[in-house]
């Protein structure tokens, strides 16, 4: 450790439960910070403070105005220079601690990119919006061994645990299966940033405290800031009956699970989805605030320039304006749940 590190982490290196020696574990650490949103920006920007030597940033989006309200690393400059959210967060992160190697990734993660975006780290934050997403990492870090933390809000609700494959329970021990139909989106529900920044800092704790050689907290922590209430459950350990820690089954990350998409006419791509039944009237009245609705028995047209996404009860969407297949699962994570 260098004196300019022995400076710049001195009040980290005084608490007791880091020391030097916790120091230099985070000195020596990867991590991958997947997704940089709300979540995925106050993690980046606070595990690039604490040190931890190798950061890799994956988010596929561009920063947008609506985004400011919540996603501390970013600022209008970003916004007028049309930056990818992965580089302008590498951007703010090197102005921040300039000591430490972070890697930008401009890219959506699915069963075939995990090795090459997951691979190589000791430990990923879950910085995602969406559930797919997350049965992957659980699937991906579960087989691989490697920790994760989950972290999830919307609305002033969210909710975090910390997974250590073989340690505790993993995500698919307590939620066997992802929550079906519509889903409340920061889209539809809106998200309070108080409640993204708090979730985000007990996901870091938890990422610092692994990294550091400690052990998880073991519990699952659920908070509502606008109600204040705060609750917390112990984690139930490894199950033996759990489909991906227990039976060792990836359907996530075999790909099995994933709805398949393919290109749909000209500039429209549709996803196959067809075990989410959705209840239209439902999802009409939630997005009736964000665009133009038409709905009715069957089907479910809503506008948002440049886009038309068609959404039939089955949970199969046609969505117009793009033939980016990513753009298209980005835009149903956000508008249909994910
Ligand atoms: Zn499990």
């Known amino acids: 450790m260098t004196l300019r590190d022995s400076e710049r982490y001195s009040r980290q290196i005084l608490f007791q439960g880091m020391g030097q020696a916790g120091q230099q574990r985070?000195?020596?650490?990867?991590?991958?910070?997947?997704?940089?949103?709300?979540?995925?920006?106050?993690?980046a920007g606070a595990l690039a403070r604490a040190g931890v030597g190798r950061l890799r940033i994956v988010d596929r989006d561009y920063v947008e105005l609506s985004n400011l309200q919540r996603q501390w690393l970013f600022d209008q400059c970003d916004l007028e220079q049309g930056l990818p959210k992965a580089v302008a967060a590498a951007r703010k992160l090197a102005q921040i601690n300039s000591d430490i190697f972070i890697e930008p990734v401009v890219a959506d993660l699915v069963p075939g990119n995990a090795d090459e975006l997951l691979g190589d780290t000791d430990l990923?934050?879950?910085?995602?919006?969406?559930?797919?997403?997350?049965?992957?990492?659980?699937?991906y870090a579960v087989s691989n061994a490697r920790p994760w933390v989950y972290g999830a809000a919307v609305g002033s609700y969210g909710i975090t645990m910390a997974v250590v494959p073989g340690r505790t329970a993993c995500l698919r021990c307590v939620y066997p299966d992802p929550p079906s139909g519509v889903q409340p989106t920061c889209e539809t529900t809106g998200v309070l940033g108080s409640v993204t920044s708090l979730i985000a800092s007990l996901q870091v704790s938890e990422a610092l405290k692994i990294l550091c050689g400690g052990g998880p907290s073991r519990k699952i922590t659920t908070v509502d800031v606008w109600s204040g209430e705060i609750r917390?459950?112990?984690?139930?350990?490894?199950?033996?009956?759990?489909?991906?820690?227990?039976?060792?089954?990836?359907?996530?990350?075999?790909?099995?699970r994933r709805a398949p998409v393919s290109l749909c006419g000209r500039n429209a791509v549709q996803i196959h989805e067809r075990a989410r039944p959705v209840d239209l009237k439902e999802l009409a009245e939630r997005l009736a605030p964000i665009g133009v609705v038409r709905a009715n028995e069957f089907a479910l047209r809503?506008?948002?320039?440049?886009?038309?996404?068609?959404?039939?009860?089955?949970?199969?969407?046609?969505?117009?304006g793009t033939t980016d297949v990513g753009v298209a699962r980005?835009?149903?994570?956000?508008?249909i749940g994910g």
């Open 124 to 139: 990923i934050l879950d910085g995602t919006d969406n559930f797919e997403t997350r049965y992957l990492i659980n699937d």
């Open 26 to 43: 985070l000195l020596d650490a990867r991590v991958v910070v997947l997704g940089c949103g709300a979540l995925g920006s106050f993690q």
């Open 330 to 335: 980005s835009l149903y994570a956000r508008f």
């Open 302 to 320: 809503f506008e948002m320039p440049p886009y038309l996404m068609t959404v039939f009860p089955d949970g199969r969407a046609i969505v117009k």
């Open 232 to 256: 917390q459950v112990a984690e139930p350990g490894p199950q033996a009956e759990c489909p991906a820690c227990g039976r060792r089954e990836f359907p996530y990350l075999n790909g099995e």
